[in-house]
């Protein structure tokens, strides 16, 4: 990966961090209830060579804020020593929780139905298996569970969540995307966004 790349991931993840410090800590005004979430896919003998290296690419790397976001919303690993819990398995562990909370949280907010959990299950994996394979692009890892998603895979679709939206669409092909600029960078607020919504469908329902 070269600099230029890794500053484009490196822009996404402040974006991820800061949603997630505007948006969606101050809508937590409950505990979330995480979906059934494994961190180290790794078990035994079957275990990846897990190398300082990569244990250091997420402790001492932008990636490191997936671990602060997800531990915060009560991600926990398998194994209490980091340097022996894959890297990568760690990281698509805490996406996953991350687009799951963001999911749940919108819905909440906008008072939208909350997403059948098999939905919201498939929803986070997309995701997490997105971000996963651009950690695995930049270090190189040895994770043996890393599946690169086909470029043509539809991803979910998250209309009427722009948060959840727009992460899974920036995570699609983040290399080579362009600098992001979309409505929700004038929203201070989850309030912003609700009220943006329902004047987009008032709008809607008008012109009908």
């Known amino acids: ?35 059934d979430q494994q961190c180290c896919h790794h078990r035994g003998s079957a275990m990846a060579a897990v190398t300082a290296a ?8 932008p990636w490191r804020v997936l671990a602060e976001i997800g531990g915060s919303i009560g991600v926990q690993q398998c194994r209490p020593d980091v340097s022996t819990c894959c890297a990568a398995c760690r990281v698509r562990s805490y996406a996953s929780a991350i687009a799951d909370c963001w999911i749940s949280t919108e819905s909440r907010a906008y008072r939208h139905s909350r997403p ?24 190189g890892t040895s994770c043996t569970a890393v599946v690169e998603l ?37 929203c201070a607020g989850i309030d912003d966004i609700a009220h943006e919504l329902r004047v987009k469908g008032d709008m809607c329902a008008h012109n009908r």
């Open 116 to 139: 059948k959990v098999t939905h919201r299950t498939q929803w986070c994996k997309v995701i997490a298996e997105r971000m996963v394979t651009a950690f695995d692009r930049q270090y």
């Open 150 to 186: 086909p470029a043509e895979r539809a991803m979910p679709d998250l209309s009427g969540l722009p948060l959840s939206g727009e992460l899974s669409e920036l995570w699609v092909a983040p290399i080579g995307a362009a600098p992001v600029a979309s409505w929700l960078n004038h």
């Open 1 to 35: 990966m070269t600099a230029a790349e890794t500053a484009i991931v490196n822009q996404l993840l402040g974006r991820l961090c800061y949603f997630h410090v505007l948006f969606i800590e101050p809508a937590l005004s409950t505990p979330h209830a995480l979906l």
């Open 54 to 61: 990569e244990s250091a690419a997420l402790e001492s790397s």
